[in-house]
T-cell receptor, first 114, second 114 residues
């Protein structure tokens, strides 16, 4: 069974641009979450989508947005990029149902903003 | 809101020695607790999790953790360290109603000396 797949793995963007990251969850999983990992702030929850609806949201500005498609694939978008947005963005998937369900992570997308 | 404290950012042990990584959590409702490992340039891999039931949880690669409600702790142990255990370890918490929203600690880097 394929794991969580994220594309692209590495990208470099210029300040002010926007970026879209893609995530394909494990087959059958309906919940997709996104996390930002930086050396200074560690791992922070961005948002979670379940059945195409945002179910939980972290404390990030509105420049960070996401969506989920009917096949559970998800994208996150960051507009008006700032240098501080440079980070590893991790996608995670789970069934989204039972409490404490196992959450599986992808390899991440490394974003560098210059 | 939930929080996780991982004291110290770096632990160094000799190969064959006991590994003990500490994790304390704060939650006003029963928590679900997780330990993840991250190898360089990779995503997060689940080592083990506690949801309900038995408080001693066994995971992959010989790791185990014990949930102690009275101490609000979920320390990770391994009887004998191996060189391949060198990585960064994250403790995380979630709660019912926000199953897929993990709150992570800052992480601990484990070094294993030959």
């Amino acid at each position: 069974k394929a794991g969580v797949t994220q594309t692209p793995r590495y990208l470099i963007k210029t300040r002010g641009q926007q970026v879209t990251l893609s995530c394909s969850p494990i087959s059958g999983h309906r919940s997709v979450s996104w996390y930002q990992q930086t050396p200074g702030q560690g791992l922070q929850f961005l948002f979670e989508y379940f059945s195409e609806t945002q179910r939980n949201k972290g404390n990030f500005p509105g420049r960070f947005s996401g969506r989920q498609f009917s096949n559970s694939r998800s994208e996150m978008n960051v507009s008006t990029l700032e240098l501080g947005d440079s980070a590893l963005y991790l996608c995670a998937s789970s069934s989204g149902y039972e409490g404490g369900n196992t959450i599986y992570f992808g390899e991440g997308s490394w974003l560098t903003v210059v | 809101a939930q929080s996780v404290t991982q004291l110290g950012s770096h632990v160094s042990v000799s190969e064959g020695a006991l590994v003990l990584l500490r994790c304390n959590y704060s939650s006003s409702v029963p928590p679900y607790l997780f330990w993840y490992v991250q190898y360089p340039n990779q995503g997060l891999q689940l080592l083990l999790k506690y949801t309900t039931g038995a408080t001693l949880v066994k995971g992959i690669n010989g790791f185990e953790a014990e949930f102690k409600k009275s101490e609000t702790s979920f320390h990770l142990t391994k009887p004998s360290a191996h060189m391949s255990d060198a990585a960064e370890y994250f403790c995380a918490v979630s709660v019912a109603g926000a199953n897929s929203k993990l709150t992570f600690g800052k992480g601990i880097t484990l070094s294993v000396r030959p």
